[in-house]
């Protein structure tokens, strides 16, 4: 089982970079493949960005690619999401989960076992 806690969301401007982190507790963070979903009012929660286990593998939504980026270090528990040139169609509140999954994570909610409380993300100008 995993604990996991996000931070660093917050009011930004469009055009802003703000980084989310989501840190695990317990010792088995290297076995889960990790991902970012967001959740828009009144909206369903939709999938954001994913990473493998190792971190060699990862994967986006096509809205996001080229201005996220999601890693991990597996030393400190810590999933992150770096996010650049925001626009107001990403405020949202932003989850991190976590899946027992090899190879290329998951894109579907339900393939996720943990998750996060969840980190208000507000652009706007």
């Known amino acids: 089982q995993v604990r996991l806690v996000e931070s660093g969301g917050g009011s930004v401007q469009p055009g802003d970079s703000l980084r989310l982190s989501c840190a695990a507790s317990?010792?088995?963070?290297?076995?889960?493949?990790m991902g970012w979903f967001r959740q828009a009012p009144g909206r369903e929660r939709q999938f954001v960005a994913a990473?493998?286990?190792?971190?060699?593998?990862?994967v986006y939504t096509d809205s996001v690619k080229g201005r996220f980026t999601i890693s991990r270090d597996n030393a400190k528990k810590t999933l992150y999401l770096q996010m650049a040139d925001l626009k107001p169609e990403d405020t949202a509140v932003y989850y991190c989960?976590?899946?027992?999954?090899?190879?290329?994570?998951?894109?579907?909610?339900?393939?996720?076992?943990?998750w996060g409380q969840g980190t208000q993300v507000t652009v706007s100008s």
């Open positions: 990473i493998s286990r190792t971190g060699p593998i990862t």
């Open positions: 989960a976590a899946e027992q999954r090899l190879g290329t994570p998951s894109q579907l909610i339900r393939s996720y076992d943990y």
């Open positions: 317990g010792d088995t963070f290297k076995m889960y493949a």
